[in-house]
């Protein structure tokens, strides 16, 4: 009996002994599955190295983007706001005093296409005493003294000065200028001038009267040509500025008050030719008469 349970003892102890040790042996097992193996530290660190190329270069595109988009940006802003000016002109445009109601010139400055054009418009707002809402107003191409690049100003006169063609105040609405092309519409066919610009187209036309040398027309083109690039570099070998190609932008303005204008001509001419007995005949006095 003795002997059984020193037995039952013993092998009791054994079994305790076994478990503890295979418990102390399980976490030093466990702890070494959980290590990174060098083949993962590798692929781990190309993985990474990738995804920072990549972020850089989607960084560079965007900063390359945006510094294209902002200047043309402002080139857009400029634009619309010279045809928003040019158009809201033109659509109240009126006649002129004295004997041209309404001048587009045809003109260059160098290798730019520059026109003129000159008449008088009721978009204006009285800011003054005496002022009321008529104004005669001037576009042309000249060079900005402090860039030397071409720009488009406007003058603005809204007092009946002797000569239209001259005083008030000029402004700049549109910088790096290009080109500024305008065309002048009767109705039927374009014209590249209107009115009398040299003074004496009715007298060479008197035979052939055309419409485009009287009255206002019925709408103008705008065509305006900006700098693509304004701080583009320059030629090492020219030395000049190279120039990419341009931004072109037209719009056409219909003049509201060119049906009236064109009404008050042909009642004048048709008053004028009501009695013909009343002229006189080419080359004989007194109507013809002995």
């Known amino acids: ?26 976490p030093a097992t ?6 990174f193996t060098l083949i993962e530290i590798v692929i781990s660190s190309a993985l990474m190295a990738l995804i920072l190329v990549s972020a850089y270069l989607c960084l560079s595109a965007c900063i390359k983007g945006r510094n294209i988009v902002e200047p043309r940006a402002d080139i857009f802003q400029n634009a619309r ?6 158009t809201a002109d033109l659509r109240g445009a009126c006649p002129l005093p004295g004997d041209s109601p309404f001048l587009g010139m045809q003109r260059m400055i160098g290798e ?7 008449f008088a418009t009721h978009n204006y707002t009285p800011r003054h005493a005496r002022e009321g809402d008529f104004c005669e107003v ?9 860039s030397g690049h071409f720009s488009l100003w406007r003058r603005r006169n809204p007092t009946l000065a002797p000569d239209p063609l001259s005083g008030g105040s000029k402004e700049e609405i549109a910088s790096d200028i290009l080109g500024v092309q305008f065309e002048y519409s009767d109705g039927t066919d374009w014209y590249d001038n209107w009115g009398e610009v040299e003074g004496n187209a009715k007298a060479e036309n008197s035979q052939r009267v055309q419409s485009n040398l009287d009255g206002l027309p019925e709408a103008v083109r705008i065509t305006l040509l900006l700098d693509s690039n304004p701080n583009s570099k320059t030629d090492s070998q020219t030395g000049k500025r190279i120039v990419e190609p341009p931004l072109v932008f037209q719009s056409v303005a219909c003049l509201n008050l060119a049906d009236a204008s064109q ?13 013909p007995g009343d002229q006189s005949a080419p080359g004989t006095p007194d109507g013809g008469q002995n």
């Open 112 to 118: 730019v296409e520059a026109d003129n054009l000159d």
């Open 138 to 146: 001037s576009y042309y191409v000249e060079p900005n003294p402090q």
């Open 263 to 275: 009404d008050d001509t042909g009642n004048s001419g048709g008053n004028s030719t009501q009695n």
């Open 30 to 35: 466990f702890s070494h599955s959980r290590a």
């Open 1 to 26: 009996m003795k002997i059984r349970c020193k037995l039952q003892v013993e092998s009791c102890t054994w079994l305790c002994l076994r478990r503890r040790a295979t418990c102390n042996f399980q």
């Open 81 to 86: 706001v010279a045809m928003a000016l040019v």
